[in-house]
């Protein structure tokens, strides 16, 4: 049976508040593939946006943003279902070692392609006519490329930028390290993690884990599944260490 729209009104997006300033967004109706968690942080002076999901519907207009408040979209990596509505944004940042393919989105590097091979790549259409064959993904140049040590400000909290390589080479995490707050992408999250992309290194993947097994963390909010604390960070690393 092919799916249908959804009814008027009805939000492409679910969003989950996780505190007073932080919201976890995600996209039910996607394939469980591309299923990602993408975030809003409202900060002081800045408020920050972490990953975008696969831009099947307008994100924007679900976030609450302050007029005239700066916002930055941030990418952890360059993949389909975490950069899909970053063009939305006028400021953007990722991770360097990926930060030419923001610029056109081709497939090679977001895996695009890979979406639009899917025989149920979703349960329901985000707008009557949505073809998976037109899916494509808009260019967004970045505006701030990231590196490894790099501080990102929001008035009352500081990230430092983690380079964790191995799903992609450039991924990156945000850490707040006063707070123990991780934002990690891909780089580690609380499901299957891949490594056998032609982007992917287990060696990198390897020493991401064992940076990772010595990260005082509170909390790690992943790119995919659900929020876990240090113990659980824990035994992802080392279970996947004791894998390879």
């Known amino acids: 049976m092919q799916p249908t729209a959804l ?21 039910p109706f996607l394939n469980d593939y591309f299923r990602a968690n993408f975030y809003h942080l409202k900060g002081r002076d800045l408020d920050l946006v972490i990953d975008a999901g696969m831009g099947l519907a307008r994100l924007t207009p679900l976030l609450d943003l302050t007029p005239g408040k700066p916002v930055l979209a941030i990418a952890t990596h360059v993949h389909a279902d975490h950069v899909g509505s970053l063009h939305e944004f006028a400021e953007r940042a990722g991770p360097r070692l990926e930060a030419g393919a923001f610029a056109t989105m081709p497939d090679r590097w977001t895996f695009a392609d890979e979406f639009r091979a899917l025989a149920e790549p979703v349960s329901r259409l985000p707008a009557e006519g949505w073809r998976t064959e037109d899916y494509r993904i808009r260019p967004a140049p970045l505006t701030r490329i990231l590196d490894e040590g790099d501080r990102i400000e929001t008035g009352d909290r500081t990230f430092t930028v983690l380079a964790l390589p191995g799903h992609s080479f450039g991924c990156i995490g945000l850490y ?45 909010h992943g790119g995919h599944g659900e929020r876990f604390g240090e113990t659980r960070l824990k035994q992802i690393a080392r279970d996947y260490l004791e894998r390879q």
């Open 176 to 220: 707040d390290e006063r707070d123990g707050l991780l934002f990690s992408g891909d780089a580690v999250y609380d499901d299957t993690l891949i490594d056998d992309m032609w982007c992917s290194s287990r060696d990198d993947y390897r020493a991401t884990m064992r940076r990772l097994l010595d990260l005082p963390v509170r909390v790690v």
């Open 7 to 27: 009814p008027a009104g009805q939000s492409w997006f679910t969003k989950s508040p996780i505190d007073a300033n932080l919201v976890a967004f995600t996209e």
